[in-house]
């Protein structure tokens, strides 16, 4: 299963790239649960999946869903 989701992770940092970020969120979410499951918060995969879905909600300006991701919460 986390193959599957690391090949998730990769796609939709194209998608970001290209400003599809419908589509990226869709592939960062199908993601980031079973990372995060697998290998825990503080694992360098889950922090940068984390990460981009911080970026992917500031980029579509909603950053209440960006402090659900946020490390600290630190977005106000």
């Known amino acids: 299963r986390s193959g599957v989701a690391f090949s998730y992770g990769k796609l ?3 998608l970001m790239e290209a400003r599809r970020y419908d589509e990226a969120e869709t592939a960062l ?4 649960t079973p990372i995060q499951t697998e ?3 503080s ?14 909600y500031l980029a579509r300006d909603k950053p209440e869903l960006a402090r659900n ?6 977005l106000k």
Not at 29 to 32: G, Q
Not at 69 to 74: F, G, K
């Open 12 to 14: 939709a940092d194209i």
């Open 43 to 56: 694992n360098s995969a889950t922090e940068h999946l984390r990460t981009k879905l911080v970026e992917l």
């Open 29 to 32: 979410k199908e993601a980031y």
């Open 69 to 74: 991701y946020s490390v600290d919460n630190a």
């Open 39 to 41: 290998f825990g918060e």
